[in-house]
């Protein structure tokens, strides 16, 4: 399952993870982001290893949303060795996820 994770210890978890981050930014209203979560939690147990994915509740993290110009939900940002290097907006298909994934990591 994707972790939630928040302002105190999105640097810990995130920035300082020295692999590839996945980050939902996601609210408890967004159909969208409610279709995400099963995906998050098959990618979160294939990638248990390699990838951290994590999610943040955008509506209780205002200075975290503001930091990485979040504007819409959900809103995915791929870090590796602590930074960004990937962003996409919307609801993704599992496979394309996974490709992103792939391809970053």
């Given at each position: 399952m994707a972790q939630r994770i928040?302002?105190?210890d999105f640097a810990e978890k995130v920035l300082k993870f020295s692999g590839l981050s996945?980050?939902?930014f996601y609210t408890d209203t967004?159909?969208?982001c409610k279709?995400?979560?099963?995906i998050l939690s098959e990618l979160s147990e294939q990638?248990?290893?390699e990838v951290f994915i994590a999610k943040?509740?955008?509506?209780y993290e205002p200075d975290l949303c503001e930091k990485y110009d979040i504007a819409a939900t959900p809103t995915f940002l791929l870090f590796k060795n602590g930074g960004e290097v990937g962003r996409f907006i919307g609801a993704q298909k599992k496979e394309e996820l996974k490709r992103?994934?792939?391809e970053n990591k």
């Open positions: 928040g302002n105190d996945v980050v939902e967004c159909v969208p279709r995400m979560s099963p990638y248990s290893d943040v509740n955008a509506a992103l994934i792939d």
